[in-house]
């Protein structure tokens, strides 16, 4: 194996967390009524539709950034401006390095054995910010973002973008099967990396969906490094 891609958010970064954090801090800041659990699970239905058009190429980031809160105040009966909370949210996800369970484990046990590259959709310095405040950019040989990149996993042009800067000056071409990617996502990460040739390795977090055509599957990062070491790779 000569790469393995990892995702950020709710893979090393957890951003569910960050969410209950941010709209129960937000909306006492604001003067909203008060945050309750249900409304995370509001925000998550409104925001996962969003990326989904996203990952299909029919929604931009930006265009996401101007509807996003608005589409879930709407769902919440909540007479405020999204815009405004969007910013509010942007800064605060900007200074958020919340590390998922296990997270660090697993940079540990593979660096130095593989070469490690991000691959994430979303705005470049903000992903790079939050690594770095959690101690986990200098694990990374590679940082592949969407911003960057010009387009959003699971969209081949994602991956042909990361491929063409790591064959860059390379004798042979780096081939697609010999790398694994490591994510939370069935839709962005793993959909991207099988339709890519390459391994998949699905990070189900609790309450997730069962993975399908997904090489390997574990509800614990720590589990990944023996299995991999397992399979011979």
Not at 47 to 55: M, T
Not at 64 to 71: G, P, S, V
Not at 145 to 163: I, N, T
Request: hydrophobic residues 40%; negative net charge.
């Amino acid at each position: 194996m000569e790469l393995i891609f990892i995702d950020i958010d709710n893979t090393l970064l957890d951003f569910d967390e960050y969410i209950r954090r941010t709209m129960r801090e937000g909306f006492a800041h604001f003067g909203l009524k008060p945050y309750e659990p249900y409304m995370e699970e509001i925000f998550h239905r409104e925001n996962g539709k969003l990326w989904r058009r996203i990952e299909q190429g029919t929604l931009t980031f930006a265009e996401l950034e101007r509807i996003r809160w608005n589409n879930v105040f709407a769902a919440l009966d909540i007479d405020f401006d999204g815009t405004v909370f969007e910013k509010y949210f942007r800064a605060a996800l900007y200074d958020s390095a919340i590390p998922v369970p296990g997270a660090m484990e697993l940079l540990e046990a593979l660096h130095g054995k593989y070469p490690l590259a991000v691959a994430s959709n979303g705005p470049y310095d903000q992903q790079l910010h939050r690594l770095e405040l959690a101690g986990m950019k200098w694990y990374f040989d590679w940082f592949f973002v969407s911003e960057r990149l010009g387009a959003s996993k699971p969209a081949a042009a994602f991956f042909d973008g990361a491929f063409a800067q790591l064959n860059e000056g390379r004798a042979a071409p780096l081939p697609p099967e010999k790398c694994v990617i490591i994510g939370d996502s069935l839709t962005s990460d793993m959909a991207g990396g099988r339709q890519y040739g390459m391994k998949t390795c699905y990070y189900r977090r609790s309450g997730a969906p069962e993975g399908a055509d997904v090489t390997w599957q574990v509800t614990d990062l720590r589990q990944i490094p023996a299995l991999l070491e397992g399979s011979g790779i």
